[in-house]
């Protein structure tokens, strides 16, 4: 099968931290469930292993992935490395004599296992009882779920059993409140995915000290008044030196001043790098990357791969434009402002206020895919990919570096 898509999902715990990804297969017709279910399982296993590494697709997180019956009596099963992946049982799978032996041993090898979205009636809980003790996770759809008083019945008893429970198919704040009372320990759903706005007083003064700082460098300000500036604001200066000093950088020496900082980097490069802080909850908590701002770095990243997918000889002023709309695409988020607004307070050219707020030229079009991309709609990437006849493998590897370069830059903050 031709043109097949993987895609990651986060299972966030409590604080909304990522603790492990959900891979995605759909074909190009936008089926997950392909009539070979083996063949799907074994496409986002042998994808992640052979074509995309394990590391680069997941950060060190383990992965989820859905296998179907004939996947779990096949002994190709044995061959996947336990310490990557976490089995999914799909609730078709038959609790039959050998199935529940196959899941014993699995258990005992150190595979973990997990009940995939069954519904949580005491009917499908008996299914699982000799083996509860195998099963690490157990999702739940909390659509179905939520207002189920046998549901929340069922949830103690696994939790009796150690067993972790993940709310999935979280869509809005109050399914992952209902999750919550459900005592579900993880979560998973668009709910997460999704930008949303930020509880916070407009224009804070540490925000707009970053957008001083941001203007001043995009209007060519002398280098000594931009560093004087940043000398001003101690807790951007810091958080800048430690992130510059990390490991998503490789300056033969450490750098101990601003000025320094502005003659290796570039006015650019400085500039981008501030407006991502915009999108950090406080630029004094320096250890900490908030979900928002790996979305907006996820899609900087991808807007640059996708400019050099789509136009190879890609000059530098429309490889900064296509990182500016997609820095620019959520800073209403932040503000609590129409974006409309920001953008005319930012003075942006009208190229990038038509791709951000119409989905007009080259970069509104790759704005719109990275939107695709993210909601996983393998029909609109399919339309995009046939008008721009860009190679899947091209798209494939723009998706997958972009994925890599934001595992890099979230692992930085440890280096730090």
């Not at 909390?142 to 198919?169: F, N, P, W």
């Not at 930020?198 to 000290?209: D, G, V």
């Not at 900490?288 to 907006?296: A, C, Q, R, T």
């Not at 989905?359 to 029909?379: C, K, M, N, Q, V």
Request: with cysteine; glycine share 4%.
């Amino acid at each position: 099968m031709e043109n097949t898509y993987i895609a990651r999902q986060p299972i966030v715990d409590t604080q909304e931290h990522i603790f492990a990804y959900e891979l995605l297969y759909r074909d190009a017709q936008g089926h997950g469930g392909v009539e070979n279910g083996r063949y799907a399982s074994v496409s986002v296993i042998t994808g992640v292993l052979n074509k995309f590494g394990t590391h680069k697709l997941l950060g060190g997180r383990k992965a989820f992935v859905k296998i179907d019956e004939k996947f779990l009596m096949s002994d190709m099963i044995f061959s996947v490395p336990k310490e990557f992946f976490v089995f999914s049982l799909l609730e078709g799978v038959e609790m039959h004599e050998r199935a529940l032996e196959r899941i014993e041993t699995l258990a005992s090898r150190g595979y973990e296992l997990c009940i995939n979205d069954t519904r949580f009636t005491f009917e499908n809980f008996k299914r699982y009882e000799s083996v509860l003790g195998c099963f690490n996770y157990a999702k739940v759809n909390i659509a179905e779920c939520a207002g189920s008083r046998e549901a929340h019945d069922v949830i103690d008893k696994l939790r009796e059993h150690a067993i972790k429970v993940i709310g999935t198919r979280i869509e809005e704040k109050a399914q992952r409140e209902a999750a919550v009372k459900l005592g579900c320990e993880y979560f998973q759903g668009y709910y997460f995915a999704k930008p949303n706005i930020i509880e916070n007083k407009r224009f804070e003064p540490s925000q707009l000290a970053v957008m001083k700082l941001y203007r001043l460098l995009m209007q060519d300000e002398d280098i000594d008044a931009i560093a004087n500036e940043f000398e001003k604001n101690s807790a951007i200066s810091v958080q800048l030196l430690r992130f510059i000093n990390s490991g998503a950088f490789s300056f033969r020496n450490k750098i101990s001043s601003i000025r320094h900082v502005m003659v290796l980097v570039g006015r650019k490069p400085l500039a981008q790098w501030l407006m991502l802080m915009i999108y950090s909850k406080s630029v004094s908590k320096i250890d900490e990357f908030s979900p928002l701002m790996l979305l907006v770095k996820s899609r900087t990243e991808l807007m640059e791969a996708l400019v050099r997918a789509v136009a190879p000889n890609a000059s530098n002023e429309l490889l900064s434009e296509a990182y500016f709309v997609a820095v620019l695409s959520l800073i209403d988020t932040i503000f609590e402002v129409p974006l409309e607004e920001i953008l005319v307070h930012l003075n942006v050219s009208d190229d990038i206020v038509n791709a951000i707020l119409k989905d007009e030229g080259l970069l509104g079009e790759l704005y719109a895919l990275i939107r695709h991309i993210e909601s996983f709609d393998t029909h609109s990437i399919t339309r995009f990919v046939e008008k721009y006849k860009v190679p899947h493998e091209k798209l494939d590897d723009a998706i997958f570096r972009s994925i890599e370069s934001v595992n890099k830059f979230e692992e930085s903050k440890h280096e730090a």
